[in-house]
């Protein structure tokens, strides 16, 4: 694929929902003159830098993510995505307009049981373990009804060192009860995944002011280890005569 360097349409911006990165939706201009409604990040370089290269790599794989553009505003450059319009996991059951309580902890569990439940989820789960992605959660993925869409990945890459080393979708399978099932299913999945696509990306990337800089061998080193590091992300079977963890 080819990234495309747009503009924003001047007036178009306007705050886009509960995130904490001050996103804007917006109208972008590409290079052809076209228009089309955009998600707009002003974050840091590296920051762009992770976001553009999990997109291209993740739609490499298969996981459905938002179409992404640099965005020229002169003197820095910005990120966008296109905007699909889908509402997040957390808007669609709106667990936030809920009083904290037994109802709001009975609607996060449901989301969380939709979340595991969609069908690219263990692909999400063997992704987000490749590109170090520490930031999955229920706003980060949106859902129609019916399809889901994968955003948000400012922070994979290393830009997550500051958070827990965790997989959260590995967690949210375990509070849903879905761990055993997602186990299985990432793993195949994992097995599945390009071991060229990391140098694919950068190539895509080689014409571009983005630093792609030891990213592509970040991931190619978390690809050789990926089995070992999404079994460690799974509690393991107790042995119920000793109460131990089976080896």
């Known amino acids: 694929m080819k990234l495309e360097v747009a503009s924003v349409v001047k007036g178009s911006e306007t705050p886009a ?35 553009v290269f999990s997109a291209i790599i993740l739609q490499e794989w298969g996981l459905p993510v ?26 669609s059951l709106a667990v936030d307009s ?42 980060n993925i949106l859902w129609d009804g019916t399809n889901e869409i994968w955003i948000d990945h400012a922070l994979s890459l290393g830009q997550g060192a500051h958070l827990p080393d965790r997989n959260k979708m590995c967690d949210m399978s375990v509070f849903s009860g ?8 990432a793993m195949a999945q994992a097995l599945l995944l390009s071991r060229d696509a990391p140098t694919l990306t950068t190539s895509v990337l080689a014409s571009t002011p983005v630093p792609t800089d030891g990213i592509a061998q970040f991931v190619a080193s978390r690809l050789t280890s990926l089995g070992n590091r999404l079994v460690a992300r799974f509690p393991r079977p107790v042995d119920l005569l000793t109460g131990h963890d089976q080896p």
């Open 66 to 91: 938002p179409c992404p553009f640099l965005i020229d505003e002169g003197a820095m450059l910005a990120f966008a995505s296109a905007d699909i319009g889908y509402p997040n996991l957390k808007q």
């Open 17 to 51: 929902g509960d995130g904490v990165s001050g996103a804007l939706r917006c109208i972008i201009r590409l290079p052809d003159g076209t228009k089309r409604s955009a998600i707009l990040k002003r974050i840091p370089i590296e920051h762009i830098a992770a976001e």
């Open 178 to 185: 879905q761990a055993e099932s997602m186990q299985y299913s």
């Open 98 to 139: 809920l009083p904290v309580g037994a109802i709001r902890e009975a609607v996060l569990k449901e989301a969380v049981r939709v979340a595991c439940g969609l069908s690219t989820a263990p692909l999400a789960v063997a992704c987000d373990e490749a590109i170090d992605n520490r930031d999955r959660n229920l706003g």
